[in-house]
């Protein structure tokens, strides 16, 4: 990635912090295994200041959009206490397999990291479950098809907690995995179907809330499309 490619992904910036169009299929920071991830790229966005902005959150390597950067140690406090206290707004879509079970809804359902000799996954289970973290996502279902292997819905989802893989898993729970997603039980042969649409935050409390909308991108097109969606 060029430094003018990931310039070209800032879709807002002001003194504290950037919000970024992260690309699917790059991991936001360094693995074990090594290889490229958003963060080395990240001196291209310090746009004047002495130092390279932060993560304040984080996205999947396979989802793409609104990622939020604090551009200096104080700014990352502040982003930080608003992530932590749930006071920002996301909103994703997705592409789901199935149906989900109303038009719109609430999914409670407590998440718990399962880790054995094959790696980890993250798992529904009974609320009070030690070591579980109680998780809620809400959902509204924009549009469905019809598809030789069954229906496909597009939804909308605005995640109330921030726990790994939640809506992947939330969805999958109620029967509608992720297409993309056969971690979880979706279909698989095609990249993930996961996009951060949207990201409000009440970051300066004299001003309105601040945030940003990242286009779609290619690989959801068509689904989205096929659901109803009429483009940008």
Known sequence: MKPEDIQARVLYRDALMLIIDKPAGLPVHAGPGGGDNLERHFDALRFGLPRAPTLAHRLDRDTSGCLVLGRHPKA???????????????????????????????????????????????????????????????YRVRGRAETPDGPITWVELYPRTGRTHQIRVHMA?????????????????????LHSRGITLPLYPSRDPVGAEAPVPAHLRAALKRCGWAGE
């Open 173 to 193: 729970h109620v029967g509608c995995p992720l297409l993309g997603d056969p971690a979880y039980g979706g279909p698989a042969g095609q990249p993930l179907h």
């Open 76 to 138: 990352l406090r502040k982003l930080g206490k608003l992530f932590q206290e749930g006071r920002v707004s996301k909103t994703y879509w997705a592409v789901v397999a199935g149906s989900p079970p109303a038009e719109e809804g609430r999914i409670e359902a407590s998440l718990f990291k399962r880790t054995n000799k094959n790696g980890w996954k993250m798992e529904v289970v009974p609320d009070g479950t030690p070591d579980s973290q109680a998780s809620v996502t809400d």
